[in-house]
């Protein structure tokens, strides 16, 4: 059964970073962040795919930073200078086969439970 298991969310004021990391009980070439916040859809934040595209949404663009250690199944997101606009809950998912739009929720078929990101202007 494949588990992903996110951590490192919490609170934290405007302008601060946090880093958050995703620990696979497999191996997936594919794999990304997403993030829903209250009365929104889920959103893709970035993705890692096998090729070595890791495509950002444009609202993280030169603040957030994916990257993986294949060794320890563990991906990570580097987020700096928070906004109060990225408060929502984030998600680790993963997928077998390579997906053709990486920030599409509905290209990932493994998901974590989440982890809770409040940033307080």
């Known amino acids: 059964q494949v588990q992903l298991m996110e951590s490192g969310g919490g609170s934290v004021q405007a302008g601060g970073s946090l880093r958050l990391s995703c620990i696979a009980s497999?191996?997936?070439?594919?794999m990304g962040w997403f993030r829903q916040a209250p009365g929104k859809q889920r959103e893709g934040v970035a993705a890692?795919?096998?090729?070595?595209?890791?495509p950002y949404a444009d609202s993280v663009k030169g603040r957030f930073t994916i990257s993986r250690d294949n060794a320890k199944n563990t991906l990570y997101l580097q987020m700096n200078s928070l906004k109060p606009e990225d408060t929502a809950m984030y998600y680790c998912?993963?997928?077998?086969?390579?997906?053709?739009?990486?920030?599409?929720?509905?290209?990932?078929?493994?998901w974590g439970q989440g982890t809770q990101v409040t940033v307080s202007s």
């Open positions: 998912a993963a997928s077998r086969g390579r997906p053709i739009a990486p920030l599409s929720p509905r290209e990932y078929e493994h």
């Open positions: 497999l191996s997936f070439m594919n």
């Open positions: 890692i795919v096998g090729d070595g595209r890791t």
